[in-house]
């Protein structure tokens, strides 16, 4: 398939237009029409109904491929641009609220450096079209066991850190006093739902092998004080490092019986002297 007909027929999906899509794309809305017709007349099949503009059947089956193959086919060109390009000064480093560790911070270097807080689905992707040098992500595993991330491009991965994790109770909790907890023994508690700050909870039930974790209410943002106040308030548990679960306010942190860093290719420049210095004590 012509990667621009799937470019086309994705923007026209997603904005449900094909005059909309054309203004996106910088085309005429007669090319937009022509690109769908010949991704049609290339597959066999109908992909679009026109009133109202919307997937069939077989478009929304397309849908699910297409995304991953743009992905890499972008994953493919940065590489490229990275390989042959001069090392630009600076750094770029995406990383979620809860793998930013004081070593990693002392790690970084004086000047030159653009942080983004990511969630962890976005950061292989971010570091595989170019948008970041490295990655760092974090995650519930076993000592030792490496995490799991989306497979969108050749991506070399080191384990830079491991950290226990806590349970943040309220002082006031039934379980505050324990001097350990199990996820077993949470199953069944309310928890706060926040994906982008804490561990989501389809984490935990992955995990632990089994449903349950049910949310009490949900966090859509990345600070990860705002979560810990959520949870010492009472309005659920949450799971996170010792070091961010720990000092919090009308809260304690009991613990459960690690961030990952992510690059395409081999860094150069702020990006290599930042990996040698994460690995120095691994």
């Not at 066999?44 to 890499?72: D, I, K, N």
């Not at 860093?261 to 994460?278: E, F, M, N, T, Y």
Request: charged letters at 20%.
């Amino acid at each position: 398939m012509d990667p621009h007909l799937l470019r086309t027929y994705v923007t026209v999906a997603r904005v449900a237009s094909f005059s909309e899509a054309a203004r996106e794309l910088g085309y005429t809305q007669s090319a937009v029409s022509q690109h769908i017709a010949a991704l049609e007349q290339d597959l066999g099949a109908p992909l679009l109904t026109r009133r109202p503009v919307a997937p069939t059947a077989a478009g929304e089956r397309l849908l699910e491929h297409a995304g991953p193959l743009l992905l890499r086919l972008d994953a493919a060109r940065a590489d490229v641009v990275r390989m042959v390009g001069a090392p630009e000064h600076g750094l770029t480093l995406a990383a979620t609220p809860t793998a930013l560790g004081s070593r990693t911070l002392a790690a970084l270097p004086a000047a030159g450096v653009t942080l983004r807080v990511l969630t962890r689905e976005e950061i292989p992707a971010a570091v595989a079209q170019g948008g970041a040098e490295l990655g760092l992500v974090d995650g519930l595993t076993a000592p030792n066991d490496p995490l799991r991330h989306p497979d969108v491009a050749p991506l070399t991965t080191y384990g830079v850190g491991e950290e226990p994790v806590c349970v943040l109770l309220p002082e006031t909790h039934p379980l505050a006093r324990r001097d350990g907890l199990r996820l077993a023994d949470l199953v069944d508690a309310r928890w706060l739902d926040a994906p982008d700050a804490g561990l989501p909870l389809a984490h935990l039930r992955r995990a632990n092998g089994s449903g349950g974790f049910r949310p009490a209410l949900r966090y859509e943002g990345t600070d990860v004080r705002t979560l810990a106040a959520l949870a010492a308030a009472g309005h659920g548990l949450t799971l996170l490092p010792r070091a961010a679960a720990t000092g919090v306010p009308g809260a304690v942190a009991v613990p459960l019986v690690a961030p990952r860093l992510v690059h395409s290719g081999s860094p150069r420049g702020a990006a290599a002297a930042l990996v040698d210095k994460l690995l120095e004590r691994v």
